[in-house]
C-alpha cells in the first residue's frame, strides 16, 4: 500500500492554519517573550497560541470544562486538516485512526488539580478528563465520529514523528485506509514549571535575543515553546485517488530505535542512529533533511557530523533547516510539525531559511528561504530517553 498525505492543519505560535503558518516560517518569524523575576540562566520562551484555540474552537462546545488545552488544539488542527484535504467530516471513513503525540503530561490541568487539594478546597469534577493523557487522542474521535483504533503515543520530543509513523504502518499494512495523525502540547499557564524543569538540566538557550541559533557557535539550548499542535490527514493512495484528493507527498519509510543509554543525554557515539541513517541514506537520495536542530550543542554536533559522516559516504549533501530555530522546541508536536514543513516542502520545491548567527558546521545550511527541486526529504526527531524516530517522504509521482 502506498501512503500519502492530504492534509494539514497547525495551531503554533508563529501562526494558525496552513497559509498563516507557511507564510510566517517562510519569512523566518519568530516568536519569543521575555520571562523576567525567575532564578534561571534562561529568560525566553515563544507562548501557546491560547487565542487562536479560542477564536476557533468556539463551535465546540462539548470540549469547554472538560478537554485540557492540548486537546482543544488538536481538535481545531484535526478540523483544519480534514478541511485541507477536501474531506467533509460527516463523510470520514467510520474506520479512521487517530494517533496523536504528547511529550508531557497536561501540566496546566494537573497544576489546577493539585492546588485545591493542597488548599483544602473543592475539586474540580471533572478535573480527570483533563489529565488523563489520551484525552487528546479521545476528543478528535469523539468530534469528528471516528471509530477506528484512537491512541495517544508519548515517546517524549520524538512523539509526533512516533505519531505519524504508525499512522503510515496502519494504513501500509493495510489495517485502515485513513489516519488523522500527528503532535499536540501544552505547558501554557502551569507557573512556569516545565520550563523552570528544562532549566533546571540547562536545556534552554541563554542567548541575549532569544533566537536559539541551531548549528551556530553562540547555541547554548533550545527556544523554549509553551506548545503547539498539527495534525495530518493520511490516506491509502488509492483511496485518496479516487475522491481527486490534491497530495502533498507520499511517506515511503518510518524508523524508530532507541539509544538505551541515559535518560535526558544521547551518547557520544549515537551508534543506533548511525545504523538507522546508514539504512536511509543507503536506499534514497536525501535531498532535505529536516534536522531535530534543537540548538543544544550536542544533538546539534551529532547531526552535523552525522551528515558529514554520509556525505563522504555516499556523495550526499542534503540542503538543512531546523524549524525549532524558529518555532521553538513545541516538543511533542515538533515531530508533527516538521513532517508537514518537509511534505509542504516536497509539493512546493521550497526550503525555508534558517535563523543564523556564527555557523559552526559545514553544513548546507541557508539563511534565507530557497527554492529547491528537491524530490526525497527527512525528519528526525531524537526524544529523552534515548527514543528516535525518522520520517522519509517523497514528491509525489504517478
Known sequence: MRVVITGMGMVTSIGSGKEQFFDRLFEKKINVTRIDGIRSKSHWYSPFPKAEVAEEATQLRALKGKAPLNASAAVVAALQAVKDAGIDPEELDRDTAVTVGCGIANMNELYGMISPVVQSKRMFPLAITQVIPNSVAAWISIILGTHGKAQTVGTACASGTTAVGDAYRAIKDGYVKTAIAGGSECLAGDEFTSFMGFSAIDALTKTEDGIPAPFCKERSGFLFSEGASCMLVLEELETALARGA???????????????????????????????MDSIFSQYKVDYYNAHGTATPMNDRMEAEMLAHFEGKYGQRPTVSSTKGILGHTLGASGAIEAAVCAYSLRNSVIHGNLLKTKEFGTDLPEATVSRDIKTAVSASFGFGGHDAMLVMKKYEI
Open 246 to 276: 490534491d497530495i502533498y507527498a507520499e511517506i515511503v519509510d518510518h524508523r524508530e530505535c532507541s539509544d538505551a543509554f541515559h535518560i535526558v543525554m544521547m551518547p557520544e557515539e549515537p551508534a543506533e542512529i548511525y545504523r538507522e
